[in-house]
């Protein structure tokens, strides 16, 4: 067997040992399963959060961007960081909530807060939305990493499909205490590697940091600088501002709040995570050490420099644990969705529609669900074609005009009504998924505006629009009561 | 929010830092040994996020006041 592909099946089984070995000891009612009883110390939430930094999307994604955009790329080292930052002073709210009233998801502290069921379906359905395009994105990148890696051993297919099989049984036995414990692999794996590689590479092909540098300018001038046009610094403040708003607002990194057993949890988080993401950094290097030596990737191919880089560099074991810990950066995030995804569907959305449903009930709907959704996402990740595309897309904005509502929520004084909530939510998403459809740009609509308001992630119109509608149907409707 | 807690507008520190910070830093097309100076601006910003949120989360901590 080629070297590379048992160090990859080799760690697969690690991960689905190590997620069924973390239910030991645990009946796995809903709040084990969900919320792992809320009992994670600092460092477990911090590996559960960190899930959300460190996916195929990054591990691919920002070395590609490094790649094939240059300096836009360091947006994604920005929003995370502004993302710890409102952490420190939203999050212990949202969590001393959950207890209060043992709270699940994301959608079970809005309807609450609101006394809305219906507000609760619908940030249910938002979320799920948001979700399954997500995951679908892992499967695409593990398929891609894994086959890349075994060097053509394993077709994508084959990859999602073990891999996938092996993420439901870990997910259906143990719940959030499998992605936590598979969590602490991944992120031993991907510090590893990612240090390695963004250190070794740049020294290896140019000897070091500052002539790997010089030798990209020379070659793009321009390439480290942000464009005049386009994505220019304009865009880059505001999709950092954006991003940061939506970080929390997906609905596994909102419900991992609830697996904390203190509320300190999350300020030491707030300290430690803005260093941990540094790990990015050092994936950039990867991406731009590839600009040189693997030139001609165009497009969507940008996302293989760093594969390519690997597969020329180094030896079947080395690409191995390469390979595993992309491997890993998807099934961690991908167990995280597939639970948060099914529990939002069984208890926002079932237990909605069938009040006075026993929490025993939803929990056995719950892991029901797990293989359903999963197979429908596998069935998109291998026969999707690229119509997906344009729902990753969506993602991002689709959860962020959640953000409005949610802080909004958190005042002591009740600024929104339920009404206006689900108002301003749904004209947001509407406008996201008009935006998305017809392609329109802001510098397409106003040519003649300067590049510093038509360069604006055009997510703020959304947001915007959102907010406005919001604010005014609470106040009519609190009026109305009077 | 009591007057205890002026220190918290600390935390826009490392919002202004990116927000307008790299817009100017980028302007400057400078590097520091050989690496673009915003990609150095930013790691600085990472960083001094880190020590102002332990900061601020320090000040937090002080018992209250008589």
Redesign the interface.
Known sequence: MNPALLVLLAFLLLALSLGVWARRGHTMSLEQWTVGGRGFGTVFVLLLMAGEIYTTFTFLGASGWAYGRG?PA?YI??YG??A??LS??LLPAVWRYGIEHRLHSQADFLAHKFGSRALGVLVALVGVTAMIPYLVLQLKGLGIIVSETSYGRLSVAQAVWISVVALVSYVVVSGVRGSAYTAVVKDIMILAVAVALGIWLPFHYYG???????AI?QAKPGF???PAKGMS??W??ST??LSALGFYMWPHSFASVYTARSEDTF??N???M??Y??VL?FV?FVGFAAVLKVPGLEGADADLSLLRLSKMSFGPWTLGLIGAAGLLTALVPGSMLLMTASTVLAKNVWGALAPGTSEMRMAALARWLVPVLALIAVLFTLHGGTAIVPLLLLGYNFVTQLFPTFVLSLSTRRVVSASGAIAGILTGEAIVIFLQVSGVKLATVFPTWPSIITDLNIGVVALIANTVVLLTVSAMTRRARV | MNAHRGH?WL?LV??LG??VG??LV?RL?A?V????L??VW??G???V??L???I??AL?RRPPRP
């Open positions: 300096a360091f080292l920005c960081t502004l710890y930052v420190y002073f070091g940091l500052g002539p790997m540098f010089t300018e480290l600088s942000l610094a304009s880059f403040v950092v501002l300020r030491r707030a300290i430690a803005p260093l993401q540094l950094m950039f | 918290r935390a490392p919002v990116i927000c790299v817009p980028d097309h590097t040994a050989g690496i673009p915003l990609l930013i790691v910003c990472v960083l996020t880190s102002v949120m332990a601020i989360d937090d």
